[in-house]
Nanobody, 123 residues
Framework: QVQLVESGGGLVQPGGSLRLSCAASGNISSINAMGWFRQAPGREREFVASISRSGVFKSVGDSVKDRVTISRDSPKNAVYLRIDSLKPEDAATYYC????????????????WGQGTQVFVSP
């Protein structure tokens, strides 16, 4: 079993930047891909970005393309997400996730989830 704990959410002004962190513990050897999804009220969970264990393979969602950077510190069992040029539509609960595939873009590919961290974008 894998436990994921997110941090770094909060209130950010439009145009600002935010860095989210996720720390993994437990059965780390079962993890390959780690990534981020987000969900706004009344909307489906949306893929943001994912990264392989080695950090070589990355995938980024179309809605955040060119504005996000995902990185991973495997020795620390951590994954990070930086979002630049934040827009009001980026406001959501951001979930860290992990799974056995190399890179994952759909929620069903992830087997472990964090509790989420909220991001608010407002002047």
């Amino acid at each position: 079993q894998v436990q994921l704990v997110e941090s770094g959410g909060g209130l950010v002004q439009p145009g600002g930047s935010l860095r989210l962190s996720c720390a993994a513990s437990g059965n780390i050897s079962s993890i390959n891909a780690m990534g981020w999804f987000r969900q706004a009220p009344g909307r489906e969970r949306e893929f943001v970005a994912s990264i392989s264990r080695s950090g070589v393979f990355k995938s980024v969602g179309d809605s955040v393309k060119d504005r996000v950077t995902i990185s991973r510190d495997s020795p620390k069992n951590a994954v990070y997400l930086r979002i630049d040029s934040l827009k009001p539509e980026d406001a959501a609960t951001y979930y860290c996730a992990a799974g056995p595939n190399t890179v994952a873009r759909v929620p069903g590919s992830m087997t472990s989830w964090g509790q989420g961290t909220q991001v608010f974008v407002s002047p």
